[in-house]
């Protein structure tokens, strides 16, 4: 599973194989502790990358989104949800970080 993880989590998940299974038996109990979708987790999930400023993150839920099927006008309009409490800029910033994983 950690061959298919790009770039520096990919590193750190052969380097480290302990802590990866650690923090991937964190992700899954996070997961499974409420009563939201996957689909609503991801969405959430794209959504803090956006207020973190994470444009590697955003990156990589917006990848995930779109493997998982979320079309691109709710992954889209999360970055335009973001303007209200983020600001103008920081929405067009993960705009841009979401159009480029569709480019």
Do not use: F
């Amino acid at each position: 599973m950690t061959k298919s993880l790009p770039g520096a989590a990919g590193d750190l998940a052969e380097d480290h194989p302990e802590i990866w299974k650690a923090y991937s038996a964190l992700g899954k109990a996070t997961a499974d502790c409420g009563p939201l979708t996957e689909r609503e987790r991801r969405l959430v999930k794209l959504a803090l990358a956006i207020g973190a400023g994470s444009e590697g993150a955003v990156h990589s839920h917006t990848r995930r989104a779109r493997s998982e099927g979320i079309e691109q006008e709710a992954i889209a309009q999360v970055a335009m949800l973001a303007i209200g409490p983020l600001g103008l800029p920081r929405a067009v910033a993960a705009k841009t970080w979401i159009e480029d994983i569709d480019a």
